[in-house]
């Protein structure tokens, strides 16, 4: 073999070994983010949020037996809980969580769960009944997004959207304001995008700034925060921010 081949291949090889070598030390540096990410370590969204923005937090039963009073001193300024889901079902820890945070300072609010198996109106009668309209709590919210197997390809966009209607409306009539929307990117496409442009919009966005083509009030941008006050088979808290002032977040309250 002639020297300047051999001189050749010897490069080429070097080239391979710092190429695989720079691969995996990209690899290991990715899982280890995506395992910080996962577990709470890191929460990508943090570099977007600053002293002056209004946090809160969102809690179902999953928090467990929660210390509203010592939830409430952190820096958290309003808190939504779970109510009901679908036409029947209540979720076991919200009477409780009700009434305990309205004995805090923070502004509290209830959400609902909405189904694709249940009439919108009935949805909404059975938040009301379990809900009563109650001076200075937020706006009711209708959370709307895919769950079990549920996607875009087997929903009709059109039928779901006639029965979020109905129960928004009903909501609305209810408590004489208009319900905040929660959903996350893929069920605003199918299901919000061009539609309900009056109503305030609560979108999750766990990695990145939303990137919509309207405005939003508030913002879910991690479901990995830890704080204390709660013992729960969940061991991490969603956490939002509302996009506006104090003043702006109080025009949410009920008179």
């Keep these: ?3 300047e081949n051999r001189k050749s291949i010897n490069k080429i090889a070097l080239i391979l070994k710092i190429t695989a070598v720079i691969l995996c030390v990209a ?11 996962y577990t709470g370590l890191l929460i990508p969204n943090e570099i977007f ?12 039963r999953y928090q467990g037996d929660i210390q509203w ?12 809980i779970k109510a009901t889901e679908g036409s029947s079902h209540v979720d076991p820890a919200f009477s409780e969580n009700w009434e305990q945070a309205f004995q805090t300072r923070l502004y509290v609010g209830a959400y609902h769960f ?8 009935g949805q909404a009668q059975h938040f009301v009944e379990t809900v009563p309209v109650r001076k200075q709590m937020l706006s009711p919210v209708v959370d709307i997004e895919f769950y079990g197997s549920y996607n875009e390809q087997n929903t009709d966009a059109p039928a779901i959207r006639e029965e979020l209607s109905a129960c928004l409306l009903a909501m609305e009539a ?3 304001s208009k319900p905040i929307i929660y959903t996350t ?8 995008k061009g539609y309900y442009e009056d109503y305030p919009l609560w979108i999750r966005s766990v990695l990145t700034r939303p990137r919509l083509d309207r405005d939003w009030q508030f913002w879910q941008y991690t479901n990995r925060e ?8 969940e061991q991490y808290i969603d956490m939002n921010v509302f996009h506006g002032t104090e003043a702006m977040l109080r025009e949410l309250l009920l008179e």
Aim: proline share 5%; charged share 20%; with cysteine.
């Design 1 to 3: 073999m002639k020297t």
């Design 27 to 37: 690899l290991a540096g990715a899982l280890c983010a995506a395992y910080m990410v």
């Design 49 to 60: 949020i600053t002293d002056s923005d209004i946090v809160g937090c969102d809690v179902s």
């Design 69 to 80: 009073d010592l939830l409430a001193r952190q820096n958290i300024s309003f808190a939504f």
């Design 114 to 121: 909405f189904s694709f198996e249940s009439p919108g109106e």
């Design 174 to 176: 209810a408590y004489g």
């Design 185 to 192: 990117p893929e069920a605003y496409d199918h299901f919000i």
């Design 226 to 233: 830890r704080l204390d006050g709660y013992s729960g088979p």
